[in-house]
Nanobody
């Protein structure tokens, strides 16, 4: 079993930045893909970013490309999401995920965190 704990969410004004972290415990995730999904109120859960076990390649949703950066530290069993130029439409609960491959679909991930709220005000 893998436990995932996200942190770093909060409130920020449009144009600001936040850095999300996700620490994995229970089993090593250094050979697994990791990623982030998000879900806004009354909307479907959507893919945000993913990273392979080695750190490359990385994948992004079109809506965040150029603004968000995913990275990982395998020694710390941690994945990060640096979010810049935030927009009100980025407001959502952000979930950390672990799976076999860095795919943009929720079914590709076996473990999910509890989520961390990100709120961007205009």
């Amino acid at each position: 079993q893998v436990q995932l704990v996200e942190s770093g969410g909060g409130w920020v004004q449009a144009g600001g930045s936040l850095r999300l972290s996700c620490a994995a415990s229970g089993r090593t995730v250094s050979t697994k893909a990791m990623g982030w999904f998000r879900q806004a109120p009354e909307k479907e859960r959507e893919f945000v970013a993913a990273i392979s076990w080695s750190g490359a390649p990385t994948y992004y949703a079109d809506s965040v490309k150029g603004r968000f950066t995913i990275s990982r530290d395998n020694a710390e069993n941690t994945v990060y999401l640096q979010m810049n130029s935030l927009k009100p439409e980025d407001t959502a609960v952000y979930y950390c995920v672990v799976g076999l491959n860095p795919v943009p679909v929720a079914e590709g991930y076996d473990y999910w965190g509890q989520g961390t709220q990100v709120t961007v005000s205009s």
